[in-house]
T-cell receptor, first 110, second 116 residues
Framework: DAKTTQPPSMDCAEGRAANLPCNHS???????VYWYRQIHSQGPQYIIH???NNETNEMASLIITEDRKSSTLILPHATLRDTAVYYC???????????FGPGTRLSVLP | GAVVSQHPSRVICKSGTSVKIECRSL??????MFWYRQFPKQSLMLMAT?????????EQGVEKDKFLINHASLTLSTLTVTSAHPEDSSFYIC????????????FGPGTRLTVT
């Protein structure tokens, strides 16, 4: 079973920041938080991952709470092409398969 | 980043026939590859884990004699759906795990299988 909880869907206006929350209250000390997204009929696309510090790359920022029980993925300026299902997954860094939950369906609206 | 390819990207086959899907790591070696299945409006579900040179490990409820997996080299794993039926129609996705540290895992673009 997935170890994370995400809202099933969210809307965001184009050009605005999209903040996608994820709860992972049972996360272990050696588990990372990974974010992937899946655009319709494509394979999952890696976005970002982190252990306990906030992370930023060219796609997004990841904010992890100090107790590591929740995190937020931030898309700073959402575009229509960011419409996708976003998956938050916790996993050890060199672990085996990813366990996908239902994710959050983000709709970016014009 | 590293690239994983799948072939074909989509295939239509008749009920009762077999179809083979290839998963290749293009610029890295992968001792482990994972096969997922995704039905419409559902999430990805792991079917099996294949390790180069050994037998695949199947998840509970996945028939190993129906979904044949071969991982004969460090860059290629194949999934053969034998005696396909309409209920096998799905989106099949593979991922490949690097053979050496940091053991990152990369996903393929998926294969859409339609059984008529």
């Amino acid at each position: 079973d997935a170890k994370t909880t995400q809202p099933p869907s969210m809307d965001c206006a184009e050009g605005r920041a999209a903040n996608l929350p994820c709860n992972h209250s049972t996360i272990s000390g050696n588990e990372y938080v990974y974010w992937y997204r899946q655009i319709h009929s494509q394979g999952p696309q890696y976005i970002i991952h982190g252990l306990k510090n906030n992370e930023t790359n060219e796609m997004a920022s990841l904010i992890i709470t100090e107790d590591r029980k929740s995190s937020t993925l931030i898309l700073p300026h959402a575009t229509l092409r960011d419409t996708a299902v976003y998956y938050c997954i916790v996993r050890v860094s060199n672990g085996q398969n990813f366990v996908f939950g239902p994710g959050t369906r983000l709709s970016v609206l014009p | 980043g590293a690239v994983v390819s799948q072939h074909p990207s989509r295939v239509i086959c008749k009920s009762g026939t077999s179809v083979k899907i290839e998963c290749r790591s293009l610029d890295f070696q992968a001792t482990t590859m994972f096969w997922y299945r995704q039905f419409p409006k559902q999430s990805l579900m792991l079917m099996a884990t294949s390790n180069e040179g050994s037998k695949a490990t199947y998840e509970q409820g996945v028939e190993k004699d129906k979904f044949l997996i071969n991982h004969a080299s460090l860059t290629l794993s194949t999934l053969t759906v034998t005696s396909a039926h309409p209920e096998d129609s799905s989106f099949y996705i593979c991922s490949a795990r690097e053979a050496s540290g940091p053991y990152e895992q990369y996903f393929g673009p998926g294969t859409r299988l339609t059984v008529t």
